[in-house]
């Protein structure tokens, strides 16, 4: 009868039944709707495409061809949209997958008030949030959630990496340009905490909207202040400006230092080792840490047209891993608190990250490395950029549990 009514109709639609058909018949009994459809959101097409975009489309893939594409028979399925750094479209993205396409989970969002809208949203339709590239600690602070697990890193680790090295290397006085919302604004409360407690000061700060392209009047601000350290509160795009024009000022030559406070190896390779020497930053992944990460790496080029991963796009390749290995563990997807608990339950373990665990409070936590990129003449190759400083241990590179006022973590 399925078939008699199905024959009038287009040859493409009769296959798109069929395949339907077959995911049905292989499927766990317990994976909703004959498939598992993992969303990739983030900035396809402004200031933090290069840090997520269709890098992290990528990462998401690998994560699923490494499993052959399936858990336990029933197919996995990557899909993607644009947030366009607006929370109220990441909301309505995220409302509209869960409602009507069958989103499982979702990953990447960088950009923390996109972060915190969708966070609020996977709550309320008991889903999964896999946030690879947001940094607000407010994810795993007092707006906590059993629906959401905070992987790769955060604006306490960044601030307690590269803020207490700063001031260690003599860097004693800040002034912070600062990205106007909630990322740059948590990053500078951080760095100042950590500048602050350890013996330095800070002489002001100016907020920058995202995505401005001129950052002159901010800087002139910043060298004006006579501060020892400019910290960049900011990412991607913006880091980038904020980096070239600084050099253009020639802030440095100066005497004054810039601190970013989140670099990825990919905003590296955009500057040059000429614009970028000298920098210190704070990351979760790089590419040539050991075999396992190199061999990450050499995968990932092949899928993504040569471009080294940066940490965001690692984040999302482990979390995606675990999230897959959750399911096999679980064998059902409909509840997205009881896939988070497994989550929380099993070690994690994967190429990119290696071996770790996610605490009760959400947050996945891993080594972190402070780096500093090199001059073009220690440079040996391609995406040979940075050097290796100092080894950041799981347990000291984030805020203690204790610390978060997170409600999962009093139980």
């Known amino acids: 009868m399925r078939v008699a009514a199905a024959a009038p109709r287009l040859a493409t639609a009769l296959g798109a039944l069929c395949a339907a058909s077959a995911w049905a018949s292989t499927a766990h009994a317990d994976f909703t709707d004959g498939r598992i459809v993992i969303g990739v959101l983030n900035d396809m097409s402004g200031v933090y495409a290069d840090t997520g975009g269709k890098g992290s489309v990528a990462a998401a893939q690998l994560a699923v061809d490494d499993v052959g594409g399936n858990v336990n ?9 644009d947030h366009q750094n607006k929370a109220d479209i990441g909301a309505n993205i995220a409302r509209k997958w869960y409602d009507t396409e069958g989103v499982d989970a979702i990953l990447d969002v960088p950009n923390s008030g996109v972060a915190l809208a969708v966070h609020e949203v996977t709550r309320e339709k008991d889903k999964v949030f896999i946030d690879s590239g947001a940094a607000t600690t407010e994810l795993t602070g007092a707006k906590c959630s059993p629906n959401t697990v905070h992987w790769t890193y955060d604006t306490y680790a960044l601030a307690h990496g590269t803020g207490k090295a ?5 860097g004693t006085s800040w ?3 600062t990205a106007d919302y909630a990322f740059g604004q948590d990053l500078e409360r951080q760095t100042t905490a950590v500048v602050n407690g350890n013996g330095g000061k800070v002489l002001g700060s100016v907020r920058a909207p995202l995505s401005t392209p001129d950052f002159s009047s901010f800087l002139l601000q910043a060298q004006a202040s006579g501060a020892k350290v400019i910290g960049l509160a900011n990412a991607g795009g913006d880091t980038i400006n904020s980096v070239k024009q600084a050099g253009e000022f020639g802030i440095t030559q100066g005497g004054q230092q810039l601190a970013a406070l989140l ?8 500057m040059g080792l000429q614009t970028a020497q000298g920098l210190v930053f704070t990351t979760a992944f790089y590419w040539e840490r050991d075999a396992a990460t190199r061999g990450f790496s050499d995968r990932y080029v092949k899928a993504f047209n040569g471009s080294r991963p940066n940490m965001n796009h690692a984040g999302v390749y482990s979390g995606v891993t675990h999230y897959l290995k959750a399911l096999k563990a679980l064998g059902s997807d409909g509840d997205g608190r009881a896939v988070v608990a497994k989550m929380k339950e099993l070690p994690t373990d994967d190429p990119a990250f290696g071996k770790g665990m996610i605490r009760a409070d959400g947050h996945h936590v891993n080594d972190m490395y402070l780096m500093e990129v090199k001059k073009p003449e220690e440079s040996t190759g391609p995406w040979d950029y940075v050097r290796l400083k100092a080894t950041i241990p799981a347990d000291q590179a984030f805020r203690p549990l204790a610390e978060g006022n997170c409600p999962l973590a009093k139980g």
Request: hydrophobic share 65%.
């Open 263 to 270: 670099l990825y190896i990919t905003d590296v390779n955009a």
């Open 73 to 81: 028979g029933t197919p996995v399925v990557v899909v993607s949209a």
């Open 166 to 170: 700063m001031v260690a290397a003599g």
């Open 175 to 177: 002034f912070f340009i």
